[in-house]
């Protein structure tokens, strides 16, 4: 059993260091809630809640395109990567061809590769097709990048499955298509989950990407759009902090409901890497 | 019929167990694996690979992005060793990595070695979730909370005159001694949480059998760390150790909006420089040199710290 001052110390040193992940976070979420009058160059406490530094952010900063932009890249990097993993994932897991394992350590450059790395080509080669400035610029290479992580988290995932049950599917005749839609897919919804999220979060947080690709204004994406409004804004803190509330809200509001999923996947996704 | 045979200790060989069944098919190659692949494998190609292999053309070249390159050899690459900024540079990563990696992993070492129970106690998924969170917000937003909190009337040097301190007080961000130092317990911020929760689980997974038998025989606290805990955790400490030196080589975002990487250059890191010479000062040439160093220092040190994990680690 666990001692009472165990326990104690325990939480005690849980509380110290929820607090100091929480205050900067506080700090932005406070400051963002300040009366305009009473705003300063740093954190502040609200004397009354004043939710209009929002609306103001929201209005000057176009927050409501960049948030657009955002989310449609998000979503169409999540979508393509999922299907594209799945593919891939059931290839390297459940085929036998010469091949496979150089081709899946292949795959795995790209956890490991910085976008640092590839960027300055990619640009170049987006360039000479006319795709820079495009929400495709943004599309493909995360994708690309995404699909490191999708097609490892899938493998093992669909590796994992006993091959009692696709036998099973076989022995009724079904296709290589039936079992991986129709069996594999549906069973591996938890994991597929906790890949769209970690895809989402990382596409949603991008931030060199579009700085490099993207100058249309109307395209830029959340991230690159609130570092434009800080250097336009840098002595009032309370509208800055509201707009990097308005960035930061969607995947904290995600990791509020499905923290489990992140977590586990942020954690495990390297290992092997 | 395939249910009876004996069922295969790897997975490698799938065909053994439908021989029979469909002996026509499965015992061929299956070639339906490589179209399975191919779209993941084609975008892979086409957006990751190719330009990787591009990038390192290029840094054999002199070019300023727009006219004719010229050949130049390893010149770009013995610049960095020579140009004494861009030596900086990476100087500052190794700096980071002391922020980044080591304190976050030696502090949540000594944090988990006294909450070795944590994993059990009541509430502890939400204090998971908080302490992890700083791990899933954008690192702009990072950056613009952190700059109130350095400025010079912010937090920081308000909490300093609280106390009496004044004339320690500064502009952390903006004082050469102190900007890479201060955008390093960003990073020690940033990664404490992701040492703690994984030290907490990995502590969670220890038999309980290891520390009553070391209380058994009159361990204290610190040879229990040594013969229990420390050892336990070298899986999540190789871990820890992958995901936050990649985490300070790769810092871009941050050095990008709360420094630029000033004052003068002082917390410029190989990502900004790479940034800044391919797409601000005409240096692409440079730049993706810079790049392929940073490269293949990741993979180099990343290769290492696998070394560093248990053979008998899950795989």
């Known amino acids: 059993m666990i001692s009472r001052r165990e326990r104690a110390l325990n939480y005690a040193v849980l509380t110290v260091f929820a607090a100091l992940a929480l205050v900067p976070l506080v700090g932005v979420v406070a400051s963002s809630l300040t009366p305009r009058a009473q705003s300063s160059p740093t954190f502040t406490w609200p004397d009354h809640l004043d939710w209009s530094n929002f609306s103001t952010a929201w209005a000057q900063g176009h927050f409501a395109t960049y948030l657009r932009s955002s989310l449609f890249v998000a979503v169409s990097v999540v979508l393509i990567t999922g299907v594209l993993a799945i593919l891939a994932g ?20 790209g956890l490991m590769v910085p976008p640092e790395a590839f960027v300055i080509p990619l640009y170049f080669n987006l360039r000479d097709v006319g795709l820079t400035d495009s ?4 599309i ?10 999708g097609v490892f988290w899938m493998r093992n995932f669909f590796r994992s499955v006993p091959s009692a049950v696709i036998e099973a599917a076989r022995l009724d005749g079904a296709s290589d298509r039936r079992v991986l839609w129709q069996i594999l897919v549906p069973i591996s919804r938890p994991a597929l989950l906790t890949m769209a999220m970690l895809v989402f979060m990382w596409t949603w947080n991008e931030f060199l990407l579009p700085l490099v690709m993207i100058t249309d204004e109307a395209k830029r994406t959340a991230p690159l759009g609130l570092a ?3 250097s336009a804004h840098t002595t009032q803190y309370s509208l800055l902090a509201a707009a990097s509330v308005i960035v930061a809200l969607p995947v904290v509001v995600l990791y509020v409901f499905l923290q489990r999923h992140f977590i586990t996947g942020m954690l495990s996704g390297a290992v092997k890497g | 019929m395939a249910a009876t045979a004996p069922r295969p200790t790897t997975r490698k060989r799938p065909a053994d167990v439908s021989h029979r069944r469909a002996a026509g098919r499965r015992d061929r190659v299956q070639w339906k ?21 591009q990038l390192v053309r290029i840094s054999l070249y002199h070019w300023d992005g727009l006219s004719a390159s010229t050949w130049a050899g390893l010149a770009n690459y013995t610049e960095i060793a020579r140009d004494p900024q861009l030596r900086a540079s990476f100087g500052h990563s190794f700096v980071l990595i002391f922020f980044f990696a080591l304190v976050p992993i030696a502090l949540a070492l000594v944090l988990a070695a006294v909450t070795t129970r944590a994993a059990r106690l009541r509430g502890v998924s939400v204090f998971r979730a908080v302490i992890f969170l700083p791990q899933v917000v954008a690192m702009v937003v990072t950056a613009t909370a952190w700059t109130a909190v350095y400025a010079p009337e912010g937090v920081l040097n308000q909490a300093l005159n609280a106390i009496g301190l004044e004339s320690v007080g500064r502009s952390w961000l903006g004082d050469f001694g102190t900007a890479l130092p201060a955008v390093g317990l960003i990073g ?14 990995g502590i969670g997974q220890i038999p309980r059998e290891l520390y009553e038998a070391a209380k058994v025989d009159g361990a204290g606290a610190v040879r229990e760390f040594f013969a229990v805990t420390l050892p336990g955790l070298r899986g999540q400490i190789t871990v820890a150790l992958t995901l936050t030196v990649i985490a300070a080589l790769r810092t871009f975002d941050l050095v990008y909006v709360a420094t630029h990487g000033g004052p003068g250059n002082a917390t410029s890191l190989p990502a900004f420089e790479v940034y800044n010479r391919a797409f601000n000062t005409g240096q692409v040439g440079s730049a993706c040199a810079i790049a392929v160093v940073l490269t293949g220092v990741i993979l180099l040190l990343t290769f290492l710290i696998t070394k560093l994990q248990p053979e008998d680690d899950e795989s």
Request: net charge neutral; aromatic share 22%.
């Open chain 1, 228 to 230: 434009f409004f800080q």
């Open chain 1, 135 to 138: 929400y495709w610029s943004l």
């Open chain 2, 188 to 201: 020690t911020w940033l990664e404490i949480g992701l040492c703690l929760v994984l030290f907490i689980a």
């Open chain 1, 140 to 149: 493909l290479p995360q994708t690309a990048q995404s699909l490191a992580f």
């Open chain 1, 90 to 109: 059931y290839s390297f897991a459940r085929f036998d061809y010469p091949g496979r394992s150089l081709l899946f350590y292949v795959t795995l450059v």
């Open chain 2, 33 to 53: 694996g490589y179209l399975y692949a191919l779209p993941a494998l084609t975008v892979l190609t086409v957006f990751l690979l190719v330009p990787l292999g």
